[in-house]
């Protein structure tokens, strides 16, 4: 049996074990998938240790996927653009690739729920590792624009410059915002998980628009809430992304892809 793990710390909230075990069930692949907490400072010894016992494959969640980006013997363009790992791939020739599954999976729950993104105007919030991981999935799909807003104005504008050979790309500030519509806005901002949101200027959602939460939860996200409140055609939050990013490890080491939706309608179901 061929073993794989999720690295993290904390991890006991992890899904991906369960995740895992569906697909598994799904495809009638024969693999062990297992959680393992990591102590801060330990990433590269966990890794070494796992891997020279045979293991094949990981996936990595806060506080590591920079550890994991450093690990790596080779990065795909996608982990390079990340600049953050999520999964780690042992290959034939015993060297370790990085990759970043994390925008892929995000842009395919979008797909699943029905949302456009091509010749969208795209509003990002945030512009931290979670942000930077989905910018090169989310401009290959050629919306019209994607713009960054973020608190610390720099930190957009810089991560704008560095992706703007990808497509068309700003960076700006909350309040710049205003006045301005959008087709797509998609929270990648950690405000939430401190029970804040960021300020924003009204209206800015276009008729028929669409809000994404990169965070989930039992109950509609903050982010959700706010979106709801300005008239938003079309909301989820991320349970689909976190799904998507484990089928797109599943599909990294066994070559088999694994339907979503029956994972994603169970792991709600069991969230209530
Ligand atoms: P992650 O890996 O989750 O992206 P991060 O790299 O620390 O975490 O980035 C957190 C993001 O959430 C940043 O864009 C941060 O804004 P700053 O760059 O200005 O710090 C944003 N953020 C966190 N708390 C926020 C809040 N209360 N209001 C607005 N933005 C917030």
């Known amino acids: 049996t061929d073993n794989y793990a999720v690295f993290g710390n904390p991890i006991a909230q992890s ?18 998938y297992t959680k393992q907490l990591v102590a801060e400072g330990e990433f590269k010894q966990a890794a070494d240790e796992f891997f020279r016992a045979g293991g094949r494959g990981l996936n990595i969640t806060a506080p590591f996927k920079l550890d994991a980006y450093a690990y790596a013997n080779a990065l795909t363009p996608r982990a390079k653009r990340a600049k953050a790992v999520n999964l780690l791939i042992k290959e034939a020739d015993g060297s370790v690739t990085g990759d970043n599954s994390d925008g892929i999976g995000m842009v395919n729950d979008m797909l699943n729920l029905g949302w456009d993104i091509q010749d969208k ?41 560095d992706f703007h050979d990808l497509g068309s790309i700003d960076g700006c500030g909350f309040e710049a915002l205003a006045g301005k519509k959008y087709d797509l806005i998609i929270n990648g901002t950690s405000a939430g998980l401190h029970g804040s949101l960021p300020t924003l200027p009204d209206q800015l959602c276009r008729s028929g628009a669409a809000c994404y939460d990169m965070t989930y939860a039992a109950e509609p996200t903050l982010f959700m809430q706010w979106a709801e409140q300005q008239g ?20 990294a080491w066994r070559h088999i892809r694994p339907e979503v939706v029956p994972v994603i309608t169970d792991l709600r179901r069991k969230m209530k």
């Open 232 to 251: 938003a055609d079309k909301l989820s939050d991320g349970l689909g992304m976190l799904v998507g990013q484990a089928a797109e490890s599943f599909y």
């Open 121 to 161: 105007h795209v509003l990002l919030l945030g512009a931290g590792g979670a942000v930077r991981g989905v910018l090169q999935p989310l401009l290959n799909q050629n919306p019209a624009q994607v713009t960054i807003a973020n608190r610390t104005v720099e930190k957009a504008e810089e991560l704008a410059q």
């Open 15 to 32: 899904k991906s074990p369960v995740i895992h075990r569906q697909f598994c069930d799904q495809t009638g692949e024969d693999m062990s």
